[in-house]
Nanobody, 123 residues
Framework: QVQLLESGGGLVQAGGSLRLSCAAA????????MGWFRQAPGKGREFVAA????????LYADAVKGRFSMSICSAETTVYLQMNSLKPEDTAVYYC????????????????WGQGTQVTVSS
């Protein structure tokens, strides 16, 4: 089991920035691909960004490309999602997720999820 805890959500004005963190309880994230997903009210959960366990490859949804950046700390215990130039349409609950790295599509197939953190962007 991998227990994940997100933090860093909040209320921000359009154009502002937030940094989300996702920490693994009592373990490193070595060997795990990590993803960020979001779910807006009345909508399904959607892929936002992912990073391979080696940190060698990142992938972003078109809606956030150029504005969001995902990284992992050197100790491989925490992943971050830096969100810049936020828009009202970025308002959602953001979830981080983990899976053992297997070289396959990193936009799906995550069995471990955090509880989510709310991001609200006002216009």
């Amino acid at each position: 089991q991998v227990q994940l805890l997100e933090s860093g959500g909040g209320l921000v004005q359009a154009g502002g920035s937030l940094r989300l963190s996702c920490a693994a309880a009592g373990r490193t994230l070595r060997m795990y691909d990590m993803g960020w997903f979001r779910q807006a009210p009345g909508k399904g959960r959607e892929f936002v960004a992912a990073i391979t366990w080696s940190g060698g490859r990142t992938l972003y949804a078109d809606a956030v490309k150029g504005r969001f950046s995902m990284s992992i700390c050197s100790a491989e215990t925490t992943v971050y999602l830096q969100m810049n130039s936020l828009k009202p349409e970025d308002t959602a609950v953001y979830y981080c997720a983990a899976r053992l790295g297997d070289g396959r599509d990193i936009t799906a197939g995550y069995p471990f999820w955090g509880q989510g953190t709310q991001v609200t962007v006002s216009s």
